[in-house]
C-alpha cells in the first residue's frame, strides 16, 4: 500500500511517499491489508482495477476464480450446475456394445433347471447356474468415495427359433451383473415362440435389465454381465442372446440384436 503524507516545512508543501502494510485485527500483518476476523461486503466487489480505472464487479450469477499467485482473480461463467455439498454427482460414465452375443446356449445345450439365486452367488460356483459371460460387455474401473451409487443398465435383443414354425416352444433364461465376480444383479424371463410361421418360427425379444448399487467399497472394480438357459420346452429350440440365431435368415442380424452395458459412477459430494 502507498501512503502519502503531506508536511508543511517553512512555507513549502513536502510529499513523502511510504510504503505500509495495513493489518485489522492483527499487529504484525503479512500483506498489504491483512484481515484476521469477520468480513462484511455491503456492495460489490471489484477486481483488476488499476489507478486509473475501477475494477470488475462481474455479471449475476458469475464466479471468482483464481489466476495464481500475483495475479488478480477474473469473474468466469459455470458450465455446469453447481452441486452443494451432501448432495450427489455423476463422476463417469462407462458406455459398452457386443454384437458377438451368447450363441453356446443353443440347441443340444441342456438347460441348468437352477431357479434361484442370491447376492453374491460366485460367476464360477456351477452349482448356482452355468452361467456364460457376453466379453465385449466387461469394464474396469475405480470407485474413490465410499458414499457412492453405482448405476447398471443392460439391454440386449434375445432370438429363438423353434424346430417346427407351428408349434410354440419356449426357453426361460436369466441375465446377470456380476461385480468382481460376485452376483449384484438379475432378473429371470421367458421367451416363446407362438405359432410363427410367417417367420420359419423365429421370435425376437428385447431384455431389459436396470439396478442401482449404493456404497460399493473403494477400490478397482470389474463389472460383467452373463447370462444362462433355466428351462426350454424343447431341446433342440435354437436359443441366442445379443445375436441373430443365424446368418441365413432375413428376419434379424448382429445389429438389431446387439447387447449394451451403461454403468453410471456416482459419488458423494465434499468439498475440503
Same mark, same amino acid.
Given at each position: 500500500m502507498k501512503k502519502t503524507v503531506y508536511c508543511c516545512v517553512a512555507g513549502l508543501?513536502?510529499?513523502?511517499?511510504?510504503?505500509?502494510?495495513?493489518g485489522i485485527g492483527i499487529s504484525t500483518p503479512n500483506s498489504v491489508l491483512d484481515v484476521n476476523g469477520k468480513t462484511t461486503l455491503r456492495k460489490e466487489l471489484r477486481v483488476g482495477g488499476t489507478s486509473t480505472t475501477v475494477g470488475n464487479p462481474g455479471l449475476n450469477g458469475q464466479v471468482l476464480v483464481s489466476q495464481g499467485e500475483g495475479l488478480p482473480p477474473v469473474w468466469k461463467s459455470l458450465n455446469v450446475t453447481f452441486i452443494e455439498e451432501g448432495q450427489y454427482?455423476?463422476?463417469n460414465s462407462y458406455l459398452s456394445t /457386443?454384437?458377438?452375443?451368447?450363441?453356446?446356449?443353443?440347441?443340444?445345450?441342456?438347460?441348468?433347471?437352477?431357479?434361484? &439365486?442370491?447376492?453374491?452367488?460366485?460367476?464360477?460356483?456351477?452349482?448356482?447356474?452355468?452361467?456364460?459371460?457376453?466379453a465385449g460387455l466387461e469394464n474396469n474401473f475405480t470407485v474413490? /468415495?465410499?458414499r457412492n451409487k453405482l448405476t447398471y443398465q443392460f439391454q440386449?435383443?434375445?432370438?429363438?427359433?423353434?424346430? &417346427?414354425?407351428t408349434t410354440s416352444q419356449n426357453v426361460s433364461f436369466a441375465?446377470?451383473?456380476?461385480?468382481?465376480s460376485k452376483l449384484v444383479a438379475i432378473r429371470p424371463d421367458k421367451i416363446s415362440s407362438t405359432n410363427n410361421s410367417g417367420k420359419s418360427g423365429i421370435q425376437d425379444y428385447?431384455?431389459?435389465?436396470?439396478?442401482?448399487e449404493q456404497n460399493v467399497p473403494v477400490g478397482t472394480q470389474k463389472v460383467e454381465v452373463a447370462c444362462r438357459k433355466i428351462t426350454s420346452s424343447n431341446s433342440t429350440s435354437q436359443f441366442t442372446i445379443g445375436r441373430n440365431v443365424s446368418n441365413a435368415n432375413n428376419v434379424s442380424n448382429a445389429f438389431t440384436l446387439e447387447s449394451m452395458m451403461k454403468?453410471?459412477?456416482?459419488?458423494y459430494v465434499t468439498y475440503n
Open positions: 508543501f513536502i510529499s513523502i511517499h511510504a510504503y505500509a502494510q495495513v454427482r455423476l463422476v /457386443d454384437e458377438v452375443g451368447i450363441t453356446t446356449l443353443s440347441n443340444g445345450v441342456t438347460a441348468d433347471g437352477i431357479y434361484l &439365486n442370491s447376492l453374491g452367488d460366485d460367476i464360477t460356483d456351477t452349482t448356482k447356474g452355468k452361467w456364460v459371460k457376453i474413490k /468415495d465410499a440386449s435383443g434375445v432370438e429363438m427359433k423353434a424346430p &417346427n414354425a441375465c446377470g451383473v456380476f461385480r468382481n428385447i431384455f431389459t435389465l436396470n439396478y442401482t454403468i453410471d459412477v456416482i459419488e
